[in-house]
Every structure is written in structure tokens, then in C-alpha cells.
């Protein structure tokens, strides 16, 4: 079965970078995109972009761009988002989602990750 | 980017009622539309795809309607497993932009 599992809560200061990573089994780990989205407290949910599990093609949201960087690693079959400059603003839980259909990024997130905190906080 | 509209924002309905929850895309996205459950603490739910395909193992209590630029979400009878926040996400063209959210209350 699918099953996406993300690195635990962080809490960081302004200014600084964070790195969440989603670990995928159950699944041919190159076959399906990984979309990212974001949560602010009490608020509604934010999508940030998208990456091609093959490495090559990522599009990022036009909000996060220059700040955001998602990778993949397939030895361990992870994918990672990375967010610079934080601020407080950034504090949200993130979400890893997997596309519901293969090699495309025309698909929804079918399978969730359990979502990562990211406190920023001086 | 496109904008997506839904509405209620918030609904107070009774165990056994018809809820219907509308989401209006700005532009035409075709069925390119899916909803999501969310409640508290967890990990968004998908529902629905492509507009009214149901995912495997909802039950189909949960239907999906519309095309173009106006969708609906319709829950036949609801249960109190289904008072969460309801999220429709257009996925015709970056970014991949979510409506604001609709919370299900217990009347």
C-alpha cells in the first residue's frame, strides 16, 4: 500500500532554511509526480508546487519562487522541499502528496504524507 | 491564476441531511477538479476526481458534479463521520489552486 512519510516538526528562526522530506513506499517510486502544499494555522490549504520524480521538471507556485527547492533522492526513494528565508509567516504544517495517476503532473494528490510542522519563531 | 470560489463558506446541517457545497472556478478547467475531506489534525482526504470520479474506497454517499466552471460536491446522507472542512483543488493549470474551504457543523 502507499504510504508517504514526512520528517518530524522543526522549528527554525527568521532568516533561516528548513528541509522536510517525504519517504514513499509502496509504490514504482519514479512513475508518480509529488506535489507540496502547505497549511497555516487555522487557515485553508496552499499548493507550492510539483516535481517529476524522474528529476528533470519542477514547478514551483509563483508565491514561493526563488524560496523553494524540491529535490528527490531515488536511492532512498524521498523526496525533499526545502524553504529559505523564512519568516513568520512560514509557519504552517506541510503536506507531501502524491499524484493519483502515473507520469503525469495533470493529477491530483491521491495519497497524503501525515504532514510536518514548521514553527518559525524568534 | 485561477481563482476558486467556494461556497458555503460554513453549513450547520442535521445527521441524515442532503449537503451540497459549491465550487466556481474563474476560467473554464474542463473536470480538472477534485475535493478533499479534512478534519482536525489530519491529512486532507481525497473524495473526489476529474469532477465526479469517486476514489476507491469512499463510499459513494459522496457524488461530484459539474464541468467548465461550476462544481458541486453533494454528501446524500450525512453521517457524524462527515462533519469536516470540504476543500475543491483545480489541477487544469499552474499553480494548482484550492478554494477556501467549506466547514460541515453538526446542527
Partial sequence: ?122 | DIQMTQSPSSLSASVGDRVTITCRASQGITDYLAWFQQKPGKAPKSLIYAASSLQSGVPSKFSGSGSGTHFTLTISSLQPEDFATYYCQQYNSYPFTFGGGTKVEIK
Wanted: charged letters at 10%; aromatic letters at 14%.
Fill in chain 1, 1 to 122: 500500500q502507499v504510504e508517504l512519510v514526512q520528517s518530524g516538526a522543526e522549528v527554525k528562526k527568521p532568516g533561516a532554511s528548513v528541509k522536510v522530506s517525504c519517504k514513499a513506499s509502496g509504490y514504482t517510486f519514479t512513475s508518480y509526480y509529488m506535489h507540496w502544499v502547505r497549511q497555516a494555522p487555522g487557515q485553508g490549504l496552499e499548493w507550492m508546487g510539483i516535481i517529476n520524480p524522474s528529476g528533470v521538471g519542477t514547478t514551483y507556485a509563483q508565491n514561493f519562487q526563488g524560496r523553494v527547492t524540491m529535490t528527490r533522492d531515488t536511492s532512498t526513494s524521498t523526496f525533499y522541499m526545502e524553504l529559505s528565508s523564512l519568516s513568520f509567516e512560514d509557519t504552517a504544517v506541510y503536506f507531501c502528496a502524491r499524484a493519483m495517476v502515473a507520469s503525469t503532473s495533470w493529477s491530483h494528490g491521491g495519497y497524503w504524507g501525515q504532514g510536518t510542522l514548521l514553527t518559525v519563531s524568534s
